[in-house]
Nanobody
């Protein structure tokens, strides 16, 4: 069983920055497709960014140029760097993982999920 533990949520003013992290119980950062998702009240879950086992990344249009997904393989930690935050970025953010060495789209069927942490951006 893979356990994902997130950290780094919080509150920030518009234009500010936050870094989210996601640590795994086991070594899953090679051979796994990893992603970040978010959900706000009244809205469905939205894929934010994904990173394939071999490193190719995808970012949703809504965050492209502001958010960056990356991973530290040696430490088995996934990150989401968020800059130029907007009030509409306010949501519960989740990390996710799927055992896959191939293409890693935001629509992938992720099997493992973190507990989620809240990010609030005030105007």
């Amino acid at each position: 069983q893979v356990h994902l533990v997130e950290a780094g949520g919080g509150s920030v003013q518009a234009g500010g920055s936050l870094r989210r992290s996601c640590a795994a119980s086991g070594y899953i950062y090679s051979g796994y497709c990893l992603g970040w998702f978010r959900q706000s009240p009244g809205k469905g879950r939205e894929g934010v960014a994904s990173i394939a086992s071999y490193g190719t990344v995808n970012h949703a249009d809504s965050v492209k140029g502001r958010f960056t997904i990356f991973k530290d393989i040696a430490r088995s930690v996934l990150y989401l760097e968020m800059k130029s935050l907007k009030p509409e970025d306010t949501a519960m953010y989740f990390c996710a993982a799927e055992k896959s060495i191939g293409y890693c789209p935001l629509s992938a069927n992720f099997n493992y999920w973190g507990q989620g942490t809240q990010v609030t951006v005030s105007s």
